[in-house]
């Protein structure tokens, strides 16, 4: 039996298990149990788990898990937790350089839990009559609806998810409505496969699918069912967006202790 001490973030709803592993001391970890940890009767419960690991060239490095205990692509209100995280242990000065699995991000505080993540260029946007399609760290499907609330994500985004052309590798499936100056956002997440209450990377997508034609920077304020997010980004081209930043509050929920098998 190994003992496991963790803290449970959380940003705009979508909630993560975070463990400081700088000195390897979790590298034993597998997917199995990764699982058990996440799930949310018989674990601490979380849509994903991360380590803050150490780097050489960076203030740290982040894994990030699904829960269902596959590494993963990026998680970008995973960045913001861990971010936080990695503040308060007393990394960094407020400004924060660390390497994930889609390369390098920056991370700002403003005070103890708002986080601003630096995310990727988007250099493609596929627009098809009735969807678009990019990747913002991890592939993103986006819709627009007439009314986002009276969607069944959990149906609708497991069918565009398995469907034949998404099946193999999966997608996030996004519904989104324009919502007063900005967007409403849910989000039907591959690896947790369900609706979650909130995905930054999904968000980050909405919003650059939400610019107008003029090439310019955009500030879009985005609703969740989580809470309120920004995002903010400029537009460089007609499928072309740099200096995109994904914005909101991180939260630690509660530290503790798990013994596991």
């Given at each position: 039996?190994?003992?496991?001490?963790?803290?449970?973030?959380?940003?705009?709803?979508?909630?993560?298990?975070?463990?400081?592993?700088?000195?390897g001391?979790?590298?034993w970890?597998?997917?199995?149990?990764?699982?058990?940890?996440?799930?949310?009767?018989?674990g601490?419960?979380?849509?994903?788990l991360?380590?803050?690991?150490?780097?050489e060239?960076?203030?740290?490095?982040?894994?990030?898990?699904?829960?269902?205990?596959?590494?993963?692509?990026?998680?970008?209100?995973?960045?913001?937790?861990?971010?936080?995280?990695?503040?308060?242990?007393?990394?960094?000065?407020?400004?924060?350089?660390?390497?994930?699995?889609?390369?390098?991000?920056?991370?700002?505080?403003?005070?103890?839990?708002?986080?601003?993540?630096?995310?990727?260029?988007?250099?493609?946007?596929?627009?098809?009559?009735?969807?678009?399609?990019?990747?913002?760290g991890?592939?993103?499907?986006?819709?627009?609806?007439?009314?986002?609330?009276?969607?069944?994500?959990?149906?609708?985004?497991?069918?565009?998810?398995?469907?034949?052309r998404?099946?193999?590798?999966?997608?996030?499936?996004?519904?989104?409505?324009?919502?007063e100056?900005?967007?409403?956002?849910?989000?039907?997440?591959?690896?947790?496969?369900?609706?979650?209450?909130?995905?930054?990377?999904?968000?980050?997508?909405?919003?650059?699918?939400?610019?107008?034609?003029?090439?310019?920077?955009?500030?879009?304020?985005?609703?969740t069912?989580?809470?309120?997010?920004?995002?903010?980004?400029?537009?460089?081209?007609?499928?072309?967006f740099?200096?995109?930043?994904?914005?909101?509050p991180?939260?630690?929920?509660?530290?503790?202790?798990?013994?596991?098998?």
């Amino acid at each position: 039996m190994q003992q496991i001490h963790f803290y449970k973030y959380q940003g705009t709803g979508n909630d993560f298990v975070i463990m400081d592993n700088r000195q390897g001391q979790y590298d034993w970890l597998t997917n199995e149990q990764v699982n058990e940890l996440c799930d949310r009767r018989f674990g601490i419960g979380a849509d994903g788990l991360m380590l803050l690991n150490k780097s050489e060239d960076y203030d740290f490095a982040m894994k990030y898990y699904n829960s269902d205990g596959r590494e993963s692509s990026m998680c970008g209100n995973g960045g913001r937790c861990l971010a936080a995280f990695a503040h308060k242990m007393g990394v960094g000065d407020g400004n924060l350089y660390f390497i994930a699995v889609d390369g390098e991000h920056e991370a700002t505080m403003d005070g103890d839990s708002w986080v601003n993540l630096k995310m990727q260029d988007v250099d493609f946007v596929e627009h098809g009559p009735l969807h678009y399609y990019l990747n913002t760290g991890s592939p993103h499907f986006v819709k627009y609806v007439e009314d986002v609330q009276a969607i069944d994500v959990f149906n609708e985004g497991r069918q565009i998810r398995y469907n034949e052309r998404f099946a193999a590798e999966g997608t996030n499936v996004n519904f989104v409505q324009p919502f007063e100056n900005g967007i409403f956002v849910r989000t039907y997440e591959r690896g947790v496969e369900d609706e979650t209450y909130s995905c930054g990377t999904g968000v980050t997508a909405a919003a650059i699918t939400f610019a107008g034609k003029e090439e310019k920077e955009y500030v879009v304020p985005v609703q969740t069912l989580g809470g309120q997010l920004e995002v903010r980004y400029t537009r460089t081209g007609e499928r072309t967006f740099s200096n995109i930043w994904l914005c909101g509050p991180a939260t630690l929920v509660f530290e503790g202790q798990i013994t596991i098998g």
